[in-house]
């Protein structure tokens, strides 16, 4: 009978984990992610260290199997992997991360030690969020993918986003469904419980009503351009002249816009190569037409040999950002010499890119100053506050072109929602072929392209002033409550 009982947790746990995918978009069932968080959270209780490592295992596998799906996508279609290899390197993939919801099982089992008062709301909470902000910042220099903050941007809860960020607003989620399991956990009434949850939620819809930023001046025209370049095309010789082609006469379409914007590397070749004969002219043109041109291609240092993913502004301000936080894996490679041997064994050939210097000065256009960020730069609520409050609107090329027709272009978009509402600010996000979209102050989309269609996305946006209280103290107020939490329940426990 407890076999038996212990496979039906188990499975439980396992569909709990998909079931907290479908919280995220393209599904957006947001309330799916505290409910979900309820059955995993429910399957700790009363059990094992060790059975709570397999049940967090196995919520993992669940969640990740289906969210990372399309890592197999960018693997076998576009890294050149045959469907053996990019099926066992997928596995792998989401076995990995799946590691992290079962180490959060296990430290909070054993901290908890069937303690039944406040600590037994608190600390599963706290393991889940301290984990989730390891997994997400630093592992593997971050994978904040699946975490449930960004399933609430429609919520209640969204209205704390500007306050505590993704991190603390995770806390918060996680938070709610412990306190759910404990209520039902316990046969006695917890009124006071009762009345925390309501008041949070309730005021979590208050703040969604505080405008933590303000308008610095008149709306300023955009245009996105979508090129809607295959992957598997784009950097062929042949076709580098049809493509800038492409671009430049989309551009030309639009210059009554202030602000025209490319996606990333949307330029198929270095800056050297393509400065003197195309870029300097078309410079010329906007500025002509008091319009300012922001486009993206790759960098190279003779004198270092260094490669870099670069943003270029074209017109009256002409100056260079050079990509940060690279992707493990895409622009280079960690775990050395061990990554790069196993790729070549696949027949695997990624980038070899350098990190820019993190005091880059920010890029201006349509009169104003703006904060860059390259592809997944801006799933980083840290990377994605630096420049501000100077900054007056966010800027974010990207190309999930590598990602066909999954999933990942539409769960993408939804963390730059959180990067808008997290700092108070308009963001532009312009991708190779979907989801190019204009992205309000308050994290809404106001306008977005089809996916894998030529189109140019044309709206306006209003340049922002002002601080949200996230984006002047950043995670460090989670950073601080905690990791104290952690320890004094850890101390306590021994």
């Known amino acids: 009978m407890l076999i038996s009982s212990n496979k039906s947790w188990n499975l439980l746990a396992a569909f709990a984990g998909i079931f907290f995918t479908l919280a995220f978009a ?6 799916l992610a505290p409910i979900s968080l309820c059955v995993l959270f429910g399957c700790w209780h009363k059990t094992t260290p060790k059975q709570a490592f397999l049940r967090g295992y196995l919520f993992g596998l669940g969640s990740f199997g289906i969210g990372v799906s399309w890592v197999y996508v960018s693997i076998h279609e576009f890294g050149g992997a045959n469907p053996l290899s990019s099926g066992l390197m997928t596995c792998l993939f989401f076995g990995f991360w799946a590691l992290f919801p079962a180490l959060a099982g296990y430290i909070s089992v054993s901290i ?23 997994r997400g910042n630093w592992m593997l220099d971050g994978f904040p993918w699946l975490q449930s903050a ?12 500007p306050i505590l960020g993704a991190s603390g607003t995770g806390f918060l989620v996680a938070l709610t469904a412990s306190t759910v399991v404990f209520i039902f956990q316990h046969k006695k009434h917890w009124p006071f419980l009762y009345l925390l ?16 930023t303000h308008a610095l001046g008149n709306p300023i025209s955009v245009s996105l351009i979508q090129g809607n370049i295959s992957q598997d095309q784009k950097w062929l010789p042949e076709n580098k002249l049809k493509t800038l082609m492409l671009y430049k006469e989309l551009t030309e379409a639009n210059w009554n816009s202030s602000i025209i914007v490319w996606p990333e590397t949307s330029i198929p070749a270095y800056l050297a190569d393509v400065q003197e004969w195309f870029l300097r002219p078309l410079s010329k043109s906007a500025e ?7 486009v993206s291609l790759p960098t190279y240092n003779d004198l270092t040999k260094e490669k870099y993913n670069a943003v270029l502004t074209l017109g009256k301000d002409s100056a260079l950002y050079q990509k940060i936080h690279l992707l493990p894996f895409g622009e280079y490679l960690p775990w050395q010499p061990l990554s790069g041997f196993i790729l070549n064994k696949l027949g695997m050939k990624l980038g070899n890119f350098t990190p820019g210097k993190k005091n880059q000065v920010l890029l201006k256009a349509g009169g104003y100053s703006f904060k860059t960020s390259i592809c997944y730069e801006d799933v980083f609520g840290a990377l ?33 929602r959180m990067r808008a509402l997290e700092t108070g600010r308009f963001m532009l996000r312009t991708t190779n072929t979907g989801v190019t979209a204009v992205i309000g102050s308050e994290g ?37 409550v905690l990791p104290i939490l952690f320890f004094a329940f850890a101390f306590k426990t021994h």
């Open 26 to 31: 393209p599904f957006d069932q947001p309330y």
């Open 112 to 134: 908890r030690n069937g303690d039944q008062g406040l600590k037994a709301i608190l600390v599963i909470p706290v393991v889940w969020q301290l984990i989730e902000y390891f």
């Open 150 to 161: 960004y399933s609430q941007l429609d919520t209640p809860l969204a209205g704390y986003i």
């Open 197 to 212: 949850l309501i008041a949070f939620w309730i005021g979590g819809s208050f703040l969604k009503t505080v405008k933590w």
């Open 288 to 294: 002509q037409h008091k319009a300012d041109l922001i």
């Open 384 to 416: 994605g506050i630096i420049g501000l409050p100077e900054a007056a609107y966010l800027v974010n090329v990207t190309n999930d072109g590598w990602f066909g027709h999954s999933i990942e272009p539409y769960q993408h978009l939804q963390m730059a």
């Open 444 to 480: 809404k989309i106001i306008k977005q392209a089809p996916l894998f269609k030529t189109s140019v996305l044309n709206e306006t946006i209003i340049p922002m002033g002002g601080m949200t209280p996230y984006a002047k103290l950043g995670d460090l107020p989670s950073l601080i």
